[in-house]
């Protein structure tokens, strides 16, 4: 089995940066694009960033494409997230994501990835 786990939200001014840690363990042969979502209370869950193993594509939400950086390390089993120019409509719980199948790009709805962090809270204060 696959397991992530999220670490690095926190609070933080209107302006300022955080950067978010996903760590795979388990079954990471089979580790594909990873992904990162948000929940903010009372909406949906909404895609925000995600790489390819390869990482060669990454895919962003419009919302957060000029301030947010997504990366993998060379072991394919740590994403990042450095977030820049924070905002306090971006507070949310923050989820990493992982398929466990080879897909081309980085889908952005949750039904295509399979394994799920318990995320991390990240509050924006104005």
């Known amino acids: 089995q696959l397991q992530l786990v999220e670490s690095g939200g926190g609070l933080v001014q209107a302006g300022g940066s955080l950067t978010l840690s996903c760590r795979a363990s388990?079954?990471?042969?089979?580790?594909?694009?990873m992904a990162w979502f948000r929940q903010a209370p009372g909406k949906e869950r909404e895609f925000v960033a995600g790489?390819?193993?390869?990482?060669?594509?990454?895919e962003y939400s419009d919302s957060v494409s000029s301030r947010f950086v997504v990366s993998r390390d060379d072991a394919r089993t740590t994403m990042a997230l450095q977030m820049n120019s924070l905002r306090p409509d971006d507070t949310a719980v923050y989820y990493c994501?992982?398929?466990?199948?080879?897909?081309?790009?980085?889908?952005?709805?949750?039904?295509?990835?399979?394994?799920w962090g318990r995320g991390t809270q990240v509050t924006v204060s104005s």
């Open positions: 994501a992982a398929s466990d199948q080879g897909q081309l790009g980085v889908p952005t709805s949750a039904n295509a990835y399979s394994t």
């Open positions: 790489i390819t193993r390869s990482r060669v594509v990454t």
């Open positions: 388990g079954r990471t042969t089979h580790l594909y694009p």
